[in-house]
């Protein structure tokens, strides 16, 4: 017998159209459609990202400096002294050229000093050449003469000319001095004022005016532009010695005609070359072969002309080969030459 509180008897079977439960009335997730299952919207994206992905293997790697922002990039070179060796180089650089610029203008400075010196001094020379008449230029001719000096114009410039010493066939064609030592017309003028090559001099302890002693010497500077004694040194050649034939030494009172003997080398150190005056003609002429014998280049018979000489003129000036330092070309008058023959017959 039901009771005024019994519970109404439920339905078992909701569908008989009693109302299901509030859970019971949700939808059902199996009614929602499944995330996890591809559509066809779904399937283009990832054939998109699959492609990008693709790309991106293919593209070259770039560094992370390039792919930081201007500004971490100077950050970071700053800390690692990027831009610093940069400033470095540059600056070394610039030193370079401004070392390399110097360089050129002390270059030019020198040349231009030089070059003017060099006029300078031929000059001087073509002035002391309008006092000397010469005759003879050739290197073949033959018969040779004598240059004429005005002594009293060469004077008057400077008194201490001796001679004049003139080779046919080369530029020697230059007033002799002598002074009281070997020193002041390496450098001096006959004016007196200074000069690059100054001027040819007799030996001070030589007797003036030359040729008085067994042996006279003079000196010359080797310029480098083919003046003073410059081709004296280029006769270490034995073509060259061979074409010259005469060599004129010309005094106030007297002209000898001379012909070259020998050439050799020596030392700034060898003393014995400033052997002037000998006890007799045996010591002359031992000394005279003993030279003989270190020539490098000479005359054809010149041992037979070295037993018969009594005099001979020394003409020295500088080499710039390594152990020696000084060319002295040895000169005999072409009587004594002669005279020589003459006995040996």
Same mark, same amino acid.
């Given at each position: 017998?039901?009771?005024?509180?019994?519970?109404?008897?439920?339905?078992? !079977?909701?569908?008989?159209?009693?109302?299901?439960?509030?859970?019971?009335?949700?939808?059902?997730?199996?009614?929602?459609?499944?995330?996890?299952?591809?559509?066809?919207?779904?399937?283009?994206?990832?054939?998109?990202?699959?492609?990008?992905?693709?790309?991106?293997?293919?593209?070259?790697a770039?560094?992370?400096?390039?792919?930081?922002?201007?500004?971490?990039?100077?950050?970071?070179?700053?800390?690692?002294?990027?831009?610093?060796?940069?400033?470095?180089?540059?600056?070394?650089?610039?030193?370079l050229?401004?070392?390399?610029?110097?360089l050129?203008?002390?270059?030019?400075?020198?040349?231009?000093?030089?070059?003017?010196?060099?006029?300078?001094?031929?000059?001087?020379?073509?002035?002391?050449?309008?006092?000397?008449t010469?005759?003879?230029t050739? #290197?073949?001719?033959?018969?040779?003469?004598?240059?004429?000096?005005?002594?009293?114009? #060469?004077?008057?410039?400077?008194?201490?000319?001796?001679?004049?010493?003139?080779v046919?066939?080369?530029?020697?064609?230059?007033?002799?001095?002598?002074?009281?030592?070997?020193?002041?017309?390496?450098?001096?003028?006959?004016?007196?004022?200074?000069s $690059?090559?100054?001027?040819?001099?007799?030996?001070?302890? !030589?007797?003036?005016?030359?040729?008085?002693?067994?042996?006279?010497?003079?000196?010359?500077?080797?310029?480098?532009?083919?003046?003073?004694?410059?081709?004296?040194?280029?006769?270490?050649?034995?073509?060259?010695?061979? =074409?010259?034939?005469?060599?004129?030494?010309?005094?106030?009172?007297?002209?000898? =005609?001379?012909?070259?003997?020998?050439?050799?080398?020596?030392?700034?150190?060898? =003393?014995?070359?400033?052997?002037?005056?000998?006890?007799?003609?045996e010591?002359?002429?031992?000394?005279?072969?003993?030279?003989? !014998?270190?020539?490098?280049?000479?005359?054809?018979?010149?041992? $037979?002309?070295?037993?018969?000489?009594?005099?001979?003129?020394?003409?020295?000036?500088? !080499?710039?080969?390594?152990?020696?330092?000084?060319?002295?070309?040895?000169?005999?008058?072409?009587?004594?030459?002669?005279a020589?023959?003459?006995?040996?017959?």
């Open positions: 017998m039901a009771g005024r509180h019994a519970r109404p008897a439920q339905n078992e !079977n909701p569908t008989d159209g009693a109302q299901a439960p509030l859970s019971a009335q949700r939808p059902s997730r199996a009614r929602k459609t499944d995330r996890t299952q591809p559509t066809s919207r779904t399937r283009a994206t990832s054939r998109t990202a699959d492609r990008a992905r693709a790309t991106l293997h293919k593209r070259p770039t560094s992370a400096r390039a792919q930081m922002p201007l500004s971490s990039r100077r950050g970071a070179s700053q800390r690692y002294g990027g831009e610093e060796p940069v400033k470095k180089r540059d600056a070394l650089s610039t030193l050229i401004a070392v390399g610029v110097v050129l203008l002390v270059a030019g400075f020198l040349w231009g000093q030089s070059r003017l010196r060099y006029m300078k001094q031929d000059k001087i020379n073509k002035e002391l050449a309008g006092y000397v010469v005759k003879d050739e #290197l073949n001719s033959k018969k040779s003469e004598p240059p004429e000096v005005d002594w009293a114009g #060469l004077k008057a410039v400077n008194d201490d000319v001796v001679g004049w010493l003139q046919p066939g080369t530029t020697i064609n230059y007033p002799v001095y002598q002074a009281e030592d070997n020193d002041y017309y390496l450098r001096t003028s006959a004016t007196g004022e200074w $690059i090559g100054g001027q040819l001099f007799l030996d001070y302890e !030589n007797t003036a005016p030359g040729m008085v002693d067994q042996i006279s010497q003079i000196y010359g500077h080797h310029l480098l532009d083919g003046t003073m004694f410059e081709q004296i040194a280029a006769m270490d050649k034995q073509e060259r010695f061979d =074409e010259i034939k005469t060599v004129w030494y010309v005094t106030e009172s007297a002209a000898y =005609e001379c012909q070259p003997l020998f050439l050799y080398y020596t030392t700034p150190e060898d =003393e014995e070359a400033r052997s002037f005056r000998f006890k007799d003609e010591e002359y002429r031992t000394y005279l072969r003993e030279r003989l !014998n270190r020539a490098v280049t000479k005359c054809k018979d010149s041992d $037979i002309i070295v037993s018969g000489s009594q005099h001979v003129l020394t003409l020295v000036t500088c !080499n710039y080969y390594d152990g020696y330092g000084r060319t002295i070309l040895v000169c005999v008058p072409k009587a004594d030459a002669e020589a023959f003459k006995v040996s017959n």
